[in-house]
């Protein structure tokens, strides 16, 4: 049985079941949603708990099937958890979960919680998690989205009696603090409890954009992976911001120059596919696009023509020179501006993709971009 985050409430109404397994990769989501279930199992009388956390190939997994059958003199009933960090149970594991899942219907002794980080398909597709989801209830939490940030921050702090102002105002604020946070839940979630210490809620509980600015910091968090989406979307201005804060934190240049080029050498193999008669679902699938990228890609191809890609491939190119230390004509010795100026010709092409990018601009200090 699949359950979304949002359902927990209405679900806890009807009672709990004995196996519970939460997977996904916003470890702030995850956390909120077992500790809801901890607090709902202890006012039903699960009044122990044990914590097993698999590490390595050597766990015994036989102490995990003892517990389940192991109550003190003290506890009627108990909580038992299953943290798989790597999301790798093994041989053995496999084979325990899927004892564990089998011996935990109709067991109102114990309650189960198996935790595990974000699957790829061919995990979720194993005989272990099938018994998880076929005998107990899972969930699987999804990232919170930059689109959907604001949106998220706004119910956080009404949960705590606050709010921005209505209107463009309060859509501002709601903005300048999701570019914030982006990429870091946890933080964003702290920033948000430090609002309602800072201007505890009286009144109306509206925030100002002054408020906010003065109080939130710039916590967030960037990927490469992110950047890609940032691009493919035609974000000029977020993609611009991801690139510097990539920069800030160290990470590589050439890895960024690999993430731009794959997504342009990405788009050039699905489009020769299509051309080449392969249904547009069937190429992107057989180039492991899929996902949030899968839609974009979807608004994109039909209007990107073969010159466009064509011209980005021949920037990927001399950028890759850049980044390695070779010097291209017209193009700015940094890598980092380099990939500034492709960042930026990738996002052009993908928000009006039937027409070229405009000639290159001066970036500050002279450097063309």
Request: proline content about 5%.
């Amino acid at each position: 049985m699949q359950l979304a985050p949002a359902q927990l409430s209405d679900h806890l109404k009807r009672g709990l079941k004995s196996l519970y397994t939460l997977h996904g990769d916003e470890p702030l989501l995850v956390q909120e949603f077992a500790d809801a279930l901890r607090a709902a199992a202890r006012s039903r009388g699960y009044t122990e708990r044990t914590v097993h956390t698999v590490s390595g190939a050597h766990f015994d997994w036989s102490e995990v099937l003892a517990s389940g059958g192991s109550l003190s003199l003290f506890a009627d009933k108990q909580i038992v958890e299953v943290r798989i960090p790597s999301g790798k149970p093994g041989k053995d594991g496999s084979v325990a979960l899927q004892q564990l899942a089998e011996r935990a219907q109709g067991d109102d002794s114990t309650l189960t919680l198996v935790m595990l980080p974000r699957l790829d398909s061919a995990t979720s597709k194993g005989a272990w998690f099938g018994a998880l989801e076929s005998f107990g209830v899972t969930v699987k939490f999804e990232p919170v989205g930059r689109p959907v940030l604001p949106q998220w921050i706004a119910q956080r702090l009404q949960q705590q009696g606050q709010r921005v102002a209505s209107g463009e105002e309060g859509q501002r604020t709601l903005q300048f603090f999701a570019d914030r946070v982006e990429g870091n839940l946890l933080a964003a979630h702290q920033e948000i409890q430090k609002l309602a210490l800072l201007y505890p809620a009286t009144g109306d509980g509206v925030l100002s954009f002054e408020q906010v600015e003065n109080a939130v910091l710039n916590v967030a968090r960037y990927d490469v992976f992110k950047l890609s989406e940032a691009v493919l979307g035609g974000q000029p201005l977020r993609a611009a911001r991801m690139i510097d804060g990539l920069q800030s934190e160290g990470e590589s240049e050439v890895l960024v120059h690999w993430a731009l080029s794959e997504d342009i050498r990405s788009m050039k193999r699905v489009k020769d596919a299509i051309r080449a008669g392969r249904p547009m679902p069937m190429a992107l699938r057989d180039n492991r696009v899929w996902g949030a990228k899968e839609k974009l890609y979807e608004r994109v191809l039909p209007g990107m023509s073969d010159a466009a890609l064509a011209q980005l491939l021949d920037a990927a190119q001399k950028v890759d020179g850049i980044v390695k230390g070779l010097k291209q004509p017209d193009w700015p010795a940094s890598g980092w501006q380099a990939l500034h100026r492709l960042a930026g010709m990738v996002c052009e092409y993908c928000a009006a993709p039937s027409r070229g990018p405009a000639a290159p601009r001066a970036a500050p200090g002279g450097a063309r971009r």
